[in-house]
């Protein structure tokens, strides 16, 4: 046994009788109703005494949950037999005319759906079970070492994101400073070429203004130019002059040496006065050259003074060219830094924001996974176990449940009889509907319009009694073929039948508002002294727990997991929550949340000289020994002890 089903309620149902409501049933209602009386008496002679309290206690049984219908015995009659859902006929294995004993195959349909169904079922099954050990044995090492391993992942990711966080801020310092620098230097050097531009504003304010003095000073150097040149003209013209006079001396002075030797006085004298006149002439010339000499002097000078202040005045002008320029890279270079140092500081705050985002999200992941580690790692809660365990139940059932679908492709016999014709051939499909007992004059009444479904087969010659009762519409859907019951007859009052269900109608009837299904049973075996038209009590067991700790249906509020209910601890009352399984009869199973032997609060019972009862007062203490108990006819049977 491992440790799951150790924990389980036993899997296995043992099918039980119910017992007999016989002459211990009788005593046991004549002592509850004598006590009841005389606790009527008691109470209308005294004056209100204390209250006290009705408790039960909590045991381990069994739980039972029955559910019951009157009817009426009548002969064997003629049964449709059918598959109780649609599907494919894969085999039909009996002809008419064929005698039939009780289980023995009829056909079969295509089984591959419910195969699948068995195996997902059994899956789910698995899954549960696992889920339960893994609830109840807390986690692998394995898995604790995973578990570490994901806290050291996270605080891993979240010294990363503080890092990152770290990196990026100081990046972004760097980038904001060295945009911040970038600027002051573009600032400064803007100071300096403005700086520069006033100093070169010295002479003209603009360069507009230096090549308007420039182009007066090309003028000027222009009209000296041409000055001098008309001067150089006049020298040469001076220069030609004098070299005429001097040509004219120098005859001169040969005619006065030729009359000095001609001894012409005349000649001589007349040269003389040429020579005087000459000599005159060239000192007048040289005279002229000498002035004129100085004058190309001082055009030269001008000219170069010109020049100079053609040179001076470009330069400026250049200078101011230049400085303009300067300034305008300068305040183009500032408004680029000032972009710059904005979109820095921008990225910044974008960067803090998503670090702050990555940083806030990694500390979250680091909470979520030490929470998850702790709560994976945490023993486990009652409810998480009962949770659990009834994962599995309910898985449980679902196997059963699929078993049963797998098993009903397989058509039996719920009877012994003839085969009195066969309603299908492999191949054809079939709508199911399950047994039904066809209409007739004398059971169309009886069964209360129970009507054929058309089964695969008809069997006939059937022997033996059959009961057909009434069951209200959320009964019948807890009944299926099959399924062993227990007949009493009122005529034969010491007497218990076993029979089992032989059809379920597929029609209801409907009295004053209340829907109900007819439903044939077969009994198992006869009994002297029964007769068709006798009334018949039946009883069929839906639901068991085995083996589980139940306490009195009266003692709990509310159902599965938010169920509770009062313990009485050290004299003083006590709720505690719990979780409820099957509700039997008269107790109901609890999977967690008490333990053996406590004593549980029942709402107490009071008798009014009126005759009513309430919820207050009450003098009996009560404890529960096991489910099973029922109410019949008004009185409530077993399931409260000593």
Excluded: C
């Excluded at 211990?24 to 209100?48: H, I, P």
């Amino acid at each position: 046994m491992n440790v799951i089903t150790s924990r389980l309620p036993a899997g296995r149902r043992v099918r039980r009788a119910i017992p007999r409501l016989g002459l211990l049933n009788g005593l046991l209602g004549a002592a509850l109703v004598g006590a009841g009386v005389a606790a009527y008496f008691v109470v209308a002679g005294t004056s209100s005494p204390p209250a006290a309290v009705r408790t039960a206690t909590v045991a381990r049984g069994v739980v039972l949950s029955t559910i019951s219908a009157t009817g009426s015995l009548q002969a064997a009659q003629e049964l449709d037999v059918g598959f109780t859902s649609a599907g494919t006929i894969a085999s039909v294995a009996v002809k008419a005319g064929q005698h039939v004993r009780r289980g023995q195959v009829l056909g079969r349909i295509d089984a591959t759906s419910a195969r699948q169904g068995l195996q997902q079922a059994e899956a789910s099954l698995a899954t549960a079970q696992a889920q339960y050990e893994l609830t109840l044995t807390g986690e692998t090492s394995q898995q604790r070492k995973q578990d570490a391993l994901s806290v050291t992942q996270s605080r891993q990711s979240l010294a990363t994101a503080k890092a990152n966080a770290k990196q990026d801020a100081r990046q972004s310092a760097a980038s904001i400073a060295n945009a911040q620098r970038a600027l002051g230097t573009d600032r400064g050097q803007e100071k300096v070429d403005l700086y520069q531009q006033k100093q070169d504003q010295a002479v003209y304010p603009n360069a507009a203004a230096a090549d308007a003095a420039i182009t007066a000073d090309k003028a000027q150097l222009s009209a000296d130019t041409a000055k001098q040149q008309a001067d150089q003209s006049q020298q040469l013209a001076l220069q030609n002059k004098q070299s005429v006079d001097k040509a004219n001396l120098s005859q001169a002075q040969t005619d006065l040496q030729q009359a000095q030797s001609a001894h012409d006085a005349a000649g001589e004298a007349s040269a003389q006065n040429q020579i005087d006149d000459f000599t005159s002439a060239v000192n007048y010339d040289q005279s002229q050259l000498n002035a004129l000499s100085v004058t190309l002097q001082n055009d030269g000078f001008a000219i170069t003074q010109d020049n100079s202040k053609v040179s001076t005045d470009q330069t400026a002008m250049t200078a101011l060219q230049t400085d303009a320029k300067a300034i305008t890279a300068d305040e183009a270079k500032i408004a680029a830094d000032s972009q710059a140092l904005a979109g820095a500081k921008m990225s910044a705050t974008t960067a803090a924001a998503k670090d702050e985002q990555s940083v806030s999200a990694s500390r979250l992941a680091l909470r979520t996974t030490l929470a998850s580690v702790a709560t994976k790692q945490a023993p486990p809660t009652a409810a998480a176990l009962a949770s659990a365990r009834a994962g599995v139940v309910n898985a449980q059932i679902g196997v059963a449940t699929a078993r049963k679908a797998l098993a009903d492709t397989t058509l039996r016999a719920p009877i012994a009889g003839t085969i009195a014709s066969v309603n299908g051939t492999a191949g054809t499909a079939t709508s199911g509907g399950g047994n039904s007992v066809p209409s007739t004059s004398s059971s169309s009444s009886s069964s209360g319009g129970a009507s054929s479904t058309g089964g695969l087969v008809t069997l006939t010659g059937l022997r033996g009694m059959q009961l057909l009762a009434s069951f209200a519409e959320t009964d019948t859907a807890k009944l299926h073929v099959g399924q062993a019951a227990t007949v009493t007859v009122d005529a034969l009052p010491s007497v218990e039948l076993a029979a089992h269900v032989i059809a379920i109608a597929g029609t209801s009837t409907s009295s004053s508002g209340v829907v109900t299904y007819p439903v044939t049973f077969a009994l198992d075996r006869t009994e002297s002294g029964l007769k068709p038209g006798m009334t018949a009590n039946v009883d069929v067991i839906v639901g068991e727990a085995d083996n589980v700790l139940h306490v009195p249906t009266a003692a709990v509020t509310g159902s599965g997991s938010n169920a509770r209910v009062t313990v009485l601890q050290n004299g003083k009352q006590v709720t505690v929550p719990v979780v409820a399984g099957l509700a039997g009869d008269s107790s109901t199973a609890i999977l967690s949340g008490l333990r053996a032997g406590e004593a549980v609060v029942l709402p107490s019972v009071s008798f009014s000289s009126s005759g009513g009862t309430g919820l207050s007062g009450g003098t009996s203490t009560t404890s529960t020994t096991g489910g099973g108990g029922r109410f019949r006819g008004g009185a409530f049977f077993g399931g409260l002890g000593g």
